[in-house]
């Protein structure tokens, strides 16, 4: 049996970037019969970066209602609010007592974002800590991320095996990144990756009057209409291919070759495309946003059996730090 888990911060509404490069090809994973998922939200990291209550409420129920839109399976697997199973909190303790110094000075994220923010705390420079202990507390031995997150699975399989090692018993299972190559780099509205932190993202769950403005915004070139163009080089063709089926992606490829098709038509049959691959979970969205008391009681039952695994392990821990 393997155990997979991931988190995925609670900082906006999850964009198509997020749904098609993380939420979707972990939801794949979680049906195999062989897998057991634990997918959470990691609001305890969004602390990092937010310091607003309502925001992050908002965004929490947000990230939890984009799972159950893509009919995640809350029965077979655990889903929970990070911030719910307290645990993990303590285990940060104890391996922050494991983890060199300037392992996490050498962080690229940490080096990233410590040089753009103003908010330079010491939870932003330990997050890499918090998501070894989200990890080692529940025995994950796969972790599906994108590559930005690679170091800091390097990490916690390196303090894993620093505890296991000082302590002379094999308490953590050394977790491995899950890294797919073929997992698409979603472009953004202006062609840089999709992000949050680039205010260039398409948020599916929009209404559809805001949502086609989002599509209409997509930064193109000037070519004529009636000229050819080079599909590939162009962000909306290269959003839309990543929706479409090949067919529907062939007759879009020579429309741009052929001339007479302008960046507007294309943009318009981007929307559409959104329109009709997402009406269910739009509509399962809005729902549940409307009514976050099922969110609330989905979440609170990951969160009993998350906590009963969490209990397990922390006292394998203390035992062998010798605090039982
Ligand atoms: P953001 O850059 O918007 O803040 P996060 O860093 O919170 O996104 O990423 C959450 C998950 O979504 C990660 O697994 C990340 O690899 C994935 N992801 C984010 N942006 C994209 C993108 N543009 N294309 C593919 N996957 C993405
Ligand atoms: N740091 C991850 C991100 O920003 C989110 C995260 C927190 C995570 N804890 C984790 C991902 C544990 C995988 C496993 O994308």
Known sequence: MNRILTGIQSTNVPHLGNILG????AIELSKNKNNESLFFIADLHTLTSVKD???????TNAVAATWLAFNFDTEKNIFYRQSRVPQVTELTWYLNCFTPFPMLANA???KDK???????NAGLFTYPVLMAADILLYDANHVPVGKDQVQHLEMAADIAKTFNYKMGKDVFVIPEAMVDNRVMNVPGIDGQKMSKSYNNFINIFLPEKELKKVVQSIVTDSTPLEDPKNPDTC?????YKLLASTNETETMRANYLNGGFGFGHAKTALYELI???YKEPRIKFDY???NTSILEKELAIGEAKASQLANQKLLEVREVIGYN
């Open 22 to 25: 993380a939420i979707l090809p």
């Open 288 to 290: 549940l946003m409307n």
């Open 275 to 277: 329109l009709q691959q």
């Open 235 to 239: 962000n909306v063709f290269n959003i």
């Open 53 to 59: 209550a309502a925001f992050i409420k908002q965004s």
């Open 114 to 120: 410590s040089s753009k923010l103003s908010d330079v």
């Open 108 to 110: 690229h994220s940490y």
